[in-house]
């Protein structure tokens, strides 16, 4: 009997040796598979691709704007230790804002156990857009209650603003030196209120009309002189006016279901004489497409208010006299529109905002410009005032303003884009693989002589090249590293830019 409680004796042994071995291996298992992170979040926009436990490599681009980044996120135990480049983060595990630079940013996050045994590292790369021209929001809120459809002007080195449809119809005025702080000082005399009126600045004065025709003027926007309530085109909707050779000009609109083409002009406001009686464009109503740009009256598209069915125009017409009107192109590729703007800025015409109904009913949020009415170009940007139509627009210390508008609903907002000169209007891709094309197509814009532009590199691998009339860079890397690349863009007349960047060139 012994020599069997022996034997089980062992058996019992073994089998508790095994259990306790295999228990051992498998909590040490447990123990050194490296911690995860649940959750990985930032402050500038979604990382890519969605985030995975499991998926260590992420990336996120962000504009230019975005000079820092906040993380949000969970490890999968609340006793981990997280590191986000090499700064320690607790809970509520968000790190401090992370400076970023043009270009390839890495954000490295290192989650491990108490006993630093294990660990896991995340990478996120954070691809920040190198300068460009873009829109700014000045004012989120103005003072002036919302509005569309309103005179803008400026004068005595400030921006105007009056009255407009809020509903109902006002007759307000606000003036700003800087776009944030707006003061009332006053009202136009007049019960009918303003509605886009034909508002001017000519020999030091104010020029606007009300919604019932009448023109008025002044030289400080609190006293208010009525002109004439007996001018030839008064109680016109939609009517378009500009000042040209020493004279303002009164042209198109609508009256009593009638649509016209004529042209006026006038050197005192009570005075007009009828310079056509049928311009080269059909009847229209201009809106805010009419510019002055070259010595040359330029009227851009226009059309006929109704919301359906509509008519609307992209054609562009150009006079110096006001009498002959030659067709510069019969369809500009911006959509036609009717409430539009245009503004002359940085000597070109500028073409933006709007509403069409056909084949979508919607309001119109693209931007185009052109040097000479024919050849126009879209400026993409990654920030933008929105889609809307009748907004107000300035061109006031040195930069591009919009205010106000139909949004959907009506908007009291501010915006304001700056252009310096020539200047870079793409940013370029910081990565590539070792073998494979790597491509740029680089341009740059808004020189003064509005002549054409080139381009050099002015440093690269030897293996990169550029079209010195295009602006397109390629080439094919044959191993990885680090590349300095300068892209210089100039023209004729002396005026230049650089563009500096880093190319990363990755292995297979």
């Not at 990382?47 to 996120?73: C, K, M, Q």
Request: with cysteine; charged share 20%; glycine share 8%.
């Amino acid at each position: 009997m012994s020599s069997i409680r022996l034997f089980f004796l062992r058996i019992c042994c073994l089998a508790v040796f095994a259990f306790v071995f295999s228990a051992s291996r498998f909590g040490n298992a447990q123990e050194t598979q490296p911690p995860t992170l649940k959750s990985l979040e930032t402050n500038a926009g979604k990382i890519s691709p969605g985030f995975n436990p499991s998926r260590t490599e992420y990336t996120l681009h962000v504009p230019h704007r975005v000079d820092a980044i906040t993380l949000t996120l969970t490890p999968e135990h609340k006793d981990c230790l997280v590191m986000v480049n090499d700064m320690e983060i607790a809970e509520p595990w968000h790190s401090e804002p992370i400076e970023i630079e043009p270009g390839l940013n890495l954000c490295l996050i290192d989650i491990s156990t108490q006993d630093t045994q294990t660990k896991n590292r995340y990478t996120l790369k954070v691809i920040r857009a190198y300068p460009m021209p873009d829109w700014v929001q000045v004012k989120e809120t103005s003072p002036w209650i919302p509005r569309d459809s309103a005179g803008e002007l400026v004068f005595q080195n400030r921006m105007w603003l009056f009255g407009g449809y809020t509903p109902p119809l006002v007759n307000d005025v606000w003036i700003s030196t800087d776009g944030v702080h707006w003061e009332n000082i006053g009202s136009l005399p007049n019960e009918s209120g303003i509605n886009i009126p034909i508002n001017l600045v000519y020999k030091n004065k104010m020029w606007i009309t009300s919604n019932d025709g009448c023109l008025f003027s002044s030289s400080d926007g609190s006293q208010w002189t009525l002109v004439t309530k007996d001018a030839p085109w008064r109680g016109r909707y939609g009517a378009g006016g500009v000042v040209f050779q020493d004279k303002m000009w009164v042209m198109g609109g609508s009256k009593d279901n009638r649509i016209f083409n004529d042209v006026w002009s006038s050197t005192n406001g009570m005075d007009w004489t009828l310079e056509t009686p049928e311009a080269g464009w059909s009847k229209r109503q201009p809106f805010g497409m009419l510019a002055v740009h070259q010595d040359k009256m330029w009227l851009l598209g226009g059309g006929i208010s109704k919301y359906h069915p509509f008519k609307a125009y992209n054609d562009v017409w150009s006079s110096s006299d006001g009498k002959n009107w030659k067709e510069v192109t019969s369809s500009a590729p911006w959509p036609a529109r009717i409430w539009g703007t245009s503004a002359v800025y940085r000597n070109r015409i500028w073409v933006f905002t709007g509403f069409h109904s056909e084949p979508t009913w919607s309001n119109l949020g693209d931007v185009w410009y052109s040097s000479d009415g024919e050849h126009w170009h879209e400026l993409k940007t990654e920030t933008i005032w929105g889609a809307r139509h009748e907004a107000s627009v300035y061109v006031f210390h040195d930069r591009l303003w919009v205010a106000a508008g139909n949004f959907w609903p009506l908007k009291n907002d501010v915006w304001s884009l700056e252009i310096p000169g020539l200047t870079f209007l793409t940013s370029p891709p910081v990565e590539e693989y070792a073998t494979a094309q790597y491509t740029y197509a680089a341009r740059a814009d808004f020189n003064q002589s509005c002549t054409a532009v080139n381009y050099r590199l002015v440093e690269s691998p030897s293996w990169l090249t550029i079209d010195a009339k295009t602006g397109l860079v390629r080439g094919t890397p044959d191993t990885p590293g680090d590349f300095s690349v300068t892209i210089e863009a100039f023209d004729t007349a002396g005026e230049s830019v650089q563009q500096s960047y880093v190319l990363h060139v990755m292995p297979l």
